[in-house]
């Protein structure tokens, strides 16, 4: 069974760079896409990066493009979401994904 925790949260200033850390445990082999998604309150969850877990390929919708950026460590199982530029709409719990399976969140909350 596939396992994700989250972190690297907390309470940062609008500006500031943020790193989250995600860490994958479990029968990891089916090869899915590595992801990160966002929901700030009372909003819907979306996709903000996208990594293809073999050729290491990223995605990002057009409001994050340039800012975040999505790597891997397969040594260490971990996927990593570097925020270069916290906006203050960041405000949100940010998930790891993996197919089905989500991650508990980590709260980012960016102060003006």
């Known amino acids: 069974q596939v396992k994700l925790v989250e972190s690297g949260g907390g309470l940062v200033q609008a500006g500031d760079p943020l790193r989250l850390f995600c860490l994958v445990s479990g029968r990891t082999f089916g090869l899915y896409d590595r992801a990160w998604y966002r929901q700030a309150p009372g909003k819907e969850r979306d996709l903000v990066a996208r990594?293809?877990?073999?050729?290491?390929?990223?995605d990002y919708p057009d409001p994050v493009n340039g800012r975040f950026r999505i790597w891997r460590d397969n040594a260490k199982n971990l996927v990593y979401l570097q925020i270069n530029v916290l906006k203050p709409e960041g405000t949100a719990i940010y998930y790891c994904?993996?197919?089905?399976?989500w991650g508990q969140g980590t709260q980012v909350t960016v102060s003006s």
């Open positions: 994904n993996m197919n089905t399976t």
């Open positions: 990594i293809h877990w073999i050729t290491g390929m990223t």
